[in-house]
């Protein structure tokens, strides 16, 4: 209705189906702000139907001061619908990939540990390439799994006590062979006093921190530093993985947590990759309730902070999605 105060006639919920207040709408944002503000999230109609949007609110600045702002929206369902295909094909893919990876894998290992019959020295080269390539194939099949789950919100999470120091500690053995590798100083201490005691899933926080540190060994050149520096905090633990690799050109610090994203300057020296894992690594922090950004420098090494509240939130899943995780065998 002309002359109506935008936000009062169109009611908005976020992606994840909670209401959204008038002062975290795009157009109020933008207006306080005096900066662009792009969300996405749905507008409800008359008769209760969502519809998706991409929303970019600007402001109307005259003499550096707001006056006003300008929201305009589009409707992606059709780009939602196709992420929703994409996703389950992924997922598909995923699942019917295991069974033959499964088979090249054992009879790889097979021929290499001589149940076979004997090899030479040129045949085990070239299976134990097969097997490292199947390990690659493999971890890439868990990492796509995980992500449709996330996006899909059919992630469960199973909460229990624990010590975050001893489930990096956990994690750096883990990694230590692959650090040893590339002779670098792989460190974990703490900073300040307090509890490191969180009720959380361990599962997921290992998940995470393997993807972090691992990445932190892989971009650092040989005889080079990571560190994970620890700091209880009081309703949260926060964690910076330091290290003095190669770090991340200023012009692609926004996409570093995309999909399928590899800075330039990291392609030239590491080939093997898959862009993944930081996209996986966020998703999984929101997913407990926590946080993370980083700082970094080209060619003077990368920090990643990571924040864990000290009690994760149990988010259920929709019995529908329960019931076809049933019926895969999840």
């Not at 969180?198 to 998940?207: F, G, N, P, V």
């Amino acid at each position: 209705m002309l002359g109506s105060w935008f936000p009062e006639r169109i009611a908005v919920v976020s992606l994840d189906g909670k209401p959204v207040n008038l002062i975290d709408r795009p157009i109020t944002k933008a207006f306080l702000m005096g900066k662009p503000v792009t969300e996405k999230m749905y507008y409800i109609r008359k008769d209760g139907h969502k519809i998706p949007v991409s929303v970019n609110a600007s402001p109307i600045v005259i003499q550096g001061k707001p006056w006003g702002a300008i929201e305009i929206f589009r409707d992606i369902t059709f780009e939602q619908e196709v992420d929703r295909m994409k996703s389950e094909f992924i997922s598909l893919a995923s699942h019917q990939l295991r069974t033959p990876l499964s088979a090249i894998k054992t009879y790889a290992h097979m021929l290499v540990d001589g149940y076979l019959g004997e090899v030479n020295e040129g045949q085990k080269k070239s299976l134990n390439t097969i097997v490292h390539s199947s390990n690659r194939m493999n971890e890439l099949i868990n990492t796509l799994l995980n992500i449709t789950r996330i996006e899909s919100g059919t992630i469960d999470i199973t909460l229990q006590a624990l010590r975050l120091d001893v489930v990096l500690q956990e994690v750096l053995n883990e990694l230590s062979f692959l650090a040893a590798t590339k002779k670098i100083d792989l460190q974990l201490s703490t900073a300040g006093k307090g509890s490191l005691n969180l009720k959380t899933d361990a599962l997921i926080i290992k998940e995470v921190f393997a993807n972090l540190i691992s990445n932190a060994i892989k971009y650092t050149p040989d005889e080079g530093e990571v560190d994970i520096i620890v700091t209880p905090r009081g309703q949260d633990i926060l964690v910076e993985v330091r290290d003095s690799g190669w770090g991340i050109p200023k012009h692609a610090h926004d996409q570093v947590f995309s999909k399928f994203f590899r800075a330039q300057n990291i392609v030239k020296r590491e080939t093997t990759g898959t862009g993944l894992g930081l996209y996986l690594v966020r998703g999984l922090l929101e997913l407990l309730g926590g946080d993370v950004w980083f700082t970094s420098s080209e060619s003077k090494g990368t920090s990643f902070f990571c924040t864990l509240p000290r009690v994760t939130r149990r988010r259920r899943r929709p019995k529908e999605a329960r019931a076809d995780n049933k019926k895969a065998g999840l």
